[in-house]
């Protein structure tokens, strides 16, 4: 049974960073597509970053280019968001997902989710 936690969310003032971390078991990180995605309240739940198998390509939604960054720890089997420049507008619940091993851009790839945690950016 595939299961991802999520830690690492806080609240921070307007420029600050917070580092989510996403750790799996029964799977391995590296073997699939990885993404954090957020959603904010009353809206539609966002791809913010993905990662291909083996962490070599990671592809990031526009608002967050520059400021978040996508890594793993194949040892830890863990995945992680470090977030910088963090602004009010990216106040949401962030999910990790994993899923199959192809088309990582595609939502429909992703069939595991974790529980979420809460990010809040006060200006």
């Known amino acids: 049974q595939v299961q991802l936690v999520e830690s690492g969310g806080g609240s921070v003032q307007t420029g600050g960073s917070l580092r989510l971390s996403c750790t799996a078991s029964g799977t391995r990180v590296m073997s699939n597509c990885m993404a954090w995605f957020r959603q904010a309240p009353g809206k539609e739940r966002e791809a913010v970053a993905s990662m291909y198998p083996g962490g070599r390509t990671t592809g990031y939604a526009n608002s967050v280019k520059g400021r978040f960054t996508m890594s793993q720890d194949n040892g830890e089997n863990t995945v992680y968001l470090q977030m910088n420049g963090l602004k009010p507008e990216d106040t949401a619940v962030y999910y990790c997902?994993?899923?199959?091993?192809?088309?990582?851009?595609?939502?429909?790839?992703?069939?595991?989710w974790g529980q979420g945690t809460q990010v809040t950016v006060s200006s």
């Open positions: 997902a994993a899923g199959g091993s192809r088309d990582c851009s595609l939502r429909s790839t992703y069939q595991h």
